[in-house]
């Protein structure tokens, strides 16, 4: 019996342990399921409107939530007043964030001649709102109760869709409406769960500081950093179209999915040291065995799991027949596209870390940087079409990446230490 109890116990240990992947996934993973699923309710022409505005609103996230979550975290290790500090993200998420919001999708909207522009609008901020709930038990290393929130999202999102098979109002707007409820009632429930662990917690709650420059400052240069950093997923599959055809471009896309579901497991790692990371870099007393012992775990996923993301694309494009001319020009692209990736991921400890640092302008014109190589060779390609004849130029862009992405992590580490130079 006590055998049975300890096994119970090992494998409850082993599933704690797993939660941070496991979480800094599920966002992803949730947004593949309602797609799939909504794919099955709506018309094709309702389709393309909803999974365009879905898609839009998860990457505007970047500039409305995703600063303010990471200003959030690094506030939650400067102090204990934990809730107070979520209800000041929160407020600036609501504000700021949602005149952002506005903003952007209206020049969407005038930009791609979307339909829905309140649908849009409320996607972006219940969606921003969400993330910075997230990063409050991040933050706190609650990584059960956010696991909770998840399965409660996932739960609600699908009977909202369930919802809509069953009345027949089947159309975009719908959807886009019940999608947006239920990440508010999901963010409801993930706030009053943080009032209860803070008073639970003997926490003092203040008032929360309604105009704080910081958000404002350092929330969108970290914003405006990850959506340039992100940026670079949406244009290269355009360039290598342009620049060698079908095939390369349906591969690019193929790595480009195998590739973000391997970069959860070190982004979860991350996860699970950010807030110990952060009041350490507040305090300046980095534990550097501490931090090796991240790199350590960081490098050993990175250098197992990248060789087999590798191979199971190879082998898909192959046997799938995406791959039907030239065998090795294809297998080299993808070696530099995974080149691409692994150097990218193992600075992805210091990308993060480096916000903490008060060195978010740095990150911002890094990732600017980054971007602008990619944008630029594809005006280039536009405006000169006989650079796409030339075959070597679909190996520059991922080489030259792959080499700017080594300078990255070299200057980051460098301004890290920086910080640390008085120990």
């Not at 116990?9 to 599933?15: A, E, V």
């Not at 409050?136 to 990584?143: L, P, S």
């Not at 014109?365 to 079409?385: E, H, T």
Request: a positive charge.
């Amino acid at each position: 019996m006590s055998q049975m109890t300890t096994s119970k116990q090992s494998l409850y240990r082993r599933f704690l342990n797993f939660l941070p992947v496991i979480t800094a996934g599920s966002p992803g993973a949730i947004r593949i399921v309602v797609l799939l699923v909504a794919n099955h309710i709506l018309m094709p022409d309702e389709m393309a409107v909803f999974s365009s505005q879905f898609t839009l609103s998860s990457a505007f996230v970047m500039l409305c939530g995703i600063g303010t979550a990471t200003v959030l975290i690094k506030n939650i290790a400067a102090d204990k007043k934990t809730f107070t500090r979520l209800l000041g993200s929160l407020v600036n998420v609501y504000t700021y964030g949602m005149l952002l919001a506005v903003i952007i999708c209206v020049a969407a909207s005038l930009a791609f001649h979307g339909e829905n522009l309140a649908g849009m609008i409320a996607l972006t901020v219940s969606l921003s709102g969400y993330q910075v709930a997230r990063s409050y038990f991040i933050g706190i290393k609650n990584f059960i109760a956010l696991f909770i929130a998840d399965v409660f999202l996932a739960t609600l999102l699908l009977l909202s869709l369930v919802l809509i098979l069953m009345t027949k109002a089947d159309t975009s707007t719908m959807v886009i409406v019940l999608v947006a409820a239920s990440y508010f009632i999901a963010q409801a429930l993930m706030i009053a769960s943080a009032f209860m662990l803070s008073r639970a917690a003997g926490e003092e709650i203040e008032k929360p500081v309604l105009v704080d420059r910081e958000y404002y400052q350092s929330g969108t240069l970290i914003g405006l950093s990850n959506l340039f950093s992100s940026g670079i997923s949406f244009i290269l599959p355009s360039l290598f179209l342009v620049t060698a055809g079908n095939e390369i471009a349906v591969l690019a896309s193929l790595a480009a999915s195998f590739f973000s579901i391997i970069a959860v497991l070190p982004r979860g790692v991350v996860n699970n040291h950010l807030s110990s990371l952060a009041e350490q870099i507040r305090k300046k007393s980095l534990d550097r065995a501490y931090m090796a012992s991240i790199k350590r775990s960081l490098n050993r996923i990175i250098v197992l799991a990248s060789p087999i993301a590798f191979i199971a694309v190879f082998s898909y494009a192959y046997l799938a027949d995406v791959i039907a001319k030239d065998y090795y020009k294809s297998f080299i692209f993808l070696l530099l596209l995974a080149s691409n990736f692994v150097i990218a991921q193992l600075g992805v400890l210091e990308s993060n870390i480096i916000y903490f640092c008060k060195k978010e302008m740095l990150a911002f014109l890094m990732n600017m940087s980054a971007f602008l190589i990619v944008l630029v060779s594809y005006v280039i390609c536009l405006v000169f079409p006989g650079f796409a004849l030339v075959d070597y130029f679909i190996f520059f862009v991922p080489s030259i990446l792959s080499m700017f992405f080594l300078v990255r992590w070299h200057v980051f580490r460098k301004h890290i230490s920086h910080v640390f130079s008085s120990q």
